[in-house]
Structure formats: structure tokens, C-alpha cells
């Protein structure tokens, strides 16, 4: 799910036990020449409305080499939210366990499969894996923003070069991931899902957002459809929860999982030309079809402008980019089908609806002080939750994309109930 930023008073409150000793085994790698610590800073680095799940932090240091000169440097750390009933669900969810692992394992393992094939290929910042037992989750990863990576707008979304870009990223982790599982077998248990937790917190989170949703459809010229979905909400699945489907000869990739537009940075030349593309927060990613990552990126984060209108080309443009890299790394399957592709998009159509109700109103909504999860979650008549969820459905932004996506999902059957004897 998307990250947000912690925005009270006590949710600001840093770890208390992140120190600069949490570091000095990354910054004796970094700098042999090291000398001593002189100024060591921790601060949140998400503004509001950009985090939702877990507090991204920079721990910045001014460094004394051996010469006697300083030097200064970063590194991003990835830890729990200090309130307790977001810790409790992040927890559940087995993020950190994932997320490292795929840091730690599959990332290297995908990379030097690209090195082989004679293709330099990276995915993201560089993980840095601590030796000190913690009673705290943490993930310590390279700042990217010192190399001059950054996100696009939100709400302004990916244009084409962007889209592009994120999908020929997407096409290249899918295609690593698909040979290695006939190298080295199966991902673990927890890749079955997006997240792991044994029990189903969000029935009533999902029912005030699917009501809000419902109410809000004649802003966004759908009150024709308010039936329909409303019908189809009080079956819909947990997405989020649910097990990957098995489906038999589907041809299957570990998915990035939560490919959203915060979740791409992007570096570019002296012109401001595209240069290279990461992707980070590997928490959510789920050994599936590739539609799942096509959906939840295309429909989040393409700009409203060409997210329908350019829909099959992307598809058509991410499969090119598949068949190549899987081509290049000697898949030893038969490459999948364009057509398969498009039918793997219609079978995995339950997806839009936890995008058209959860994922993209957090992308398009303005920044304010209740952006954030204790807000989201937020019971029916509570008056915060209650305003947050207004503002996620009632403005102008959301409503120019969703008179876009609606209709061409209606038309696709993604609303459609499955009756039950």
C-alpha cells in the first residue's frame, strides 16, 4: 500500500534508539579514510501526504577524514512508525522481512544475471545490511537523492517518457525474476501475497471507502453506475491480502507489488533528459502475472491525460520490453503472448477497484495535516477520518481522472458480481 507521512506531534517523534553507532559499520565501508563523526542529524523526509505505512528518515553526517578535511554524506533509514496501532498493523504485514530479503537476495541475484548476459542493469539504491541485533525493525538503504534522483509529481503523474521508463524498469525486474524462479525455484511463502497478516483488519476500512466511493460516483458523471458498484464492493476481495491466484500455465513474475509513482525515482543529464530509472520499497511484492504491476502503475500513476487513451500501447510497449530481456537472459519457456498478456489483464480486474477507491485518491490528494494513516483508517463519524476521506473523493483532480477510468473499466466488466448459489 502507499506510504504517508506521520503528521501530529507525536507521530513526528523520532526513534530514540537510532544513534549514529546504528552507522558506523556503513561509513567505515564508505570512507577507509575515516577519522571521526562530527555532526550527525536524524529528520523525517517525506512531506505530508507522501508516506503512509512506515517513517523513511535521513541520517545526514559530517564526516572528519584522515587528512584533516570533512566531508559530508547520507543514507535513508526505513523503520516502524512511532504510533502504536500503525506499528501493530506494519508489523502483521511482514514488510521489513520481505523487503530485506529482497534487498539482500533477489535484487543482486536479478543484477548479476543482467552482468552475465553482458547488460549492466541496476534497480535501485545500494542495501546496506547491518550486523547489530535490534529489537527494531530497520532497513538502511543509499540516498539516492545525492546521485540527483528524484520522484515526479504525484499529481501530476508519469508522461510518456516517465511511463515508459518505469515500465521498461518493470519489464526488466519481471524478466529476472521469471528465470531465476526456473534456475532456483520457488520465492518464499510470504511472496504469495502482498501483505501477510493472519487476520483481516480493514473489513471496516474498506466499507467506509467503498461507501464514500459510491456516494461521490455522480461527481464523476457514474451515478448510473452507483448500483452496480455498490453491489460489487460488498463481494470485492482484499486485494492487498489476497493469495496470488494459480492458475495453470500463467506465466508468473515476481512483482514490484506496490508500483506507484512515488515508488520510481528517476536521474537525468546536464539537459534534463531521462537518464536512468530506480525503483524502491520492495515491502508489498507478490509472485503473480505481471498484470497486477501493469494495472496498479498504469492506473495510479500515468498521467489522466494518457492512462486510457494510451492503455494498449503500454501494454504493448511493456510486453516488447519482456520478450527482449527475457530473450537476452535465455528463458528457457516459451515467451508469453501479447494476447495472453491482455487475458491475464481481465483476469486480474479485480485490481481496479482497490485502485480506483484506495490507491489513486491518495495519489491525487492535496497535502494537509490528516494525510495519514490513523486518518485513513479512520471509523464512520469520526469527524477526521470523515474529512480525509471527503477530501480524497471531492475535489477536482480525482474527478477529471475518474471520469476517464470509469467508464472503460464498466466497459471491461471490472464491476461485474459473481453470484454465488
Avoid at 511493456?318 to 527482449?324: D, R, S
Avoid at 475535489?395 to 471490472?414: D, F, M, T
Wanted: aromatic fraction near 12%.
Amino acid at each position: 500500500m502507499v506510504e504517508a507521512n506521520e503528521s501530529t506531534a507525536e507521530e513526528q517523534q523520532l526513534p530514540k534508539w537510532m544513534d549514529q553507532e546504528l552507522f558506523v559499520e556503513f561509513l567505515e565501508s564508505d570512507f577507509a579514510d575515516l577519522k571521526s563523526i562530527k555532526e550527525f542529524q536524524v529528520e523525517p523526509t517525506a512531506g505530508k501526504g507522501e508516506n503512509y505505512t512506515t517513517l523513511l528518515l535521513r541520517a545526514s553526517f559530517t564526516l572528519e577524514l584522515n587528512d584533516g578535511s570533512l566531508t559530508r554524506t547520507s543514507y535513508m533509514a526505513k523503520v516502524l512508525p512511532t504510533t502504536v496501532s500503525t506499528r501493530d498493523f506494519v508489523t502483521t504485514w511482514k514488510v521489513f522481512e520481505k523487503e530485506s530479503n529482497s534487498y539482500a537476495n533477489f535484487l543482486p541475484d536479478f543484477e548479476q544475471m543482467y552482468r552475465e548476459a553482458k547488460k549492466e542493469v541496476t534497480f535501485g539504491p545500494r542495501y546496506y545490511k547491518h550486523s547489530k541485533q535490534l529489537n527494531e525493525e530497520l532497513i538502511v538503504l543509499e540516498d539516492l537523492s545525492r546521485r540527483g534522483f528524484r520522484n515526479v509529481n504525484r499529481q501530476k503523474g508519469f508522461d510518456m517518457v516517465h511511463t515508459k521508463a518505469a515500465l521498461e524498469k518493470l519489464a526488466q525486474f519481471h524478466a529476472a525474476s521469471a528465470v531465476r524462479f526456473e534456475l532456483k525455484g520457488p520465492y518464499p511463502e510470504t511472496y504469495d501475497r502482498n501483505l501477510c497478516s493472519t487476520e483481516d483488519n480493514f473489513k471496516e476500512f474498506r466499507e467506509q471507502q467503498s461507501k464514500t466511493f459510491v456516494q461521490s460516483l455522480p461527481l464523476y458523471n457514474a451515478a448510473h453506475m452507483q448500483k452496480t458498484i455498490e453491489i460489487y464492493s460488498q463481494q470485492a476481495e482484499d486485494m492487498f491480502q489476497a493469495y496470488a491466484p494459480k492458475i495453470e500455465n500463467e506465466f508468473r513474475v515476481l512483482n514490484h507489488g506496490d508500483a506507484w509513482c512515488n515508488n520510481f525515482m528517476f536521474q537525468y543529464d546536464q539537459e534534463g533528459r531521462l537518464r536512468e530509472t530506480y525503483f524502491v520499497d520492495l515491502q508489498m511484492s507478490r509472485y503473480c502475472s505481471p498484470a497486477q504491476d501493469l494495472l496498479y502503475m498504469i492506473l495510479s500513476s500515468a498521467n489522466g491525460d494518457i492512462k486510457i487513451q494510451k492503455f494498449d500501447h503500454f501494454i504493448h510497449y511493456y510486453h516488447e520490453k519482456l520478450t527482449e530481456n527475457l530473450t537476452l537472459l535465455e528463458y528457457p519457456k516459451s515467451l508469453p503472448k501479447l494476447k495472453s498478456l491482455h487475458q491475464s489483464i481481465f483476469s486480474y480486474g479485480d485490481w481496479i477497484f482497490p485502485i480506483l477507491t484506495v490507491l489513486l485518491p491518495i495519489v491525487l490528494v492535496d497535502a494537509n495535516e490528516n494525510a495519514n494513516m490513523d486518518a485513513l483508517l479512520g471509523k464512520d463519524g469520526d469527524e477526521v477520518g470523515d474529512q480525509f476521506r471527503n477530501n480524497l473523493f471531492h475535489n477536482a483532480r480525482i474527478a477529471q481522472h475518474l471520469k476517464e477510468v470509469l467508464p472503460w473499466a464498466h466497459s471491461r466488466g471490472a464491476f461485474d458480481v459473481v453470484k454465488t448459489s
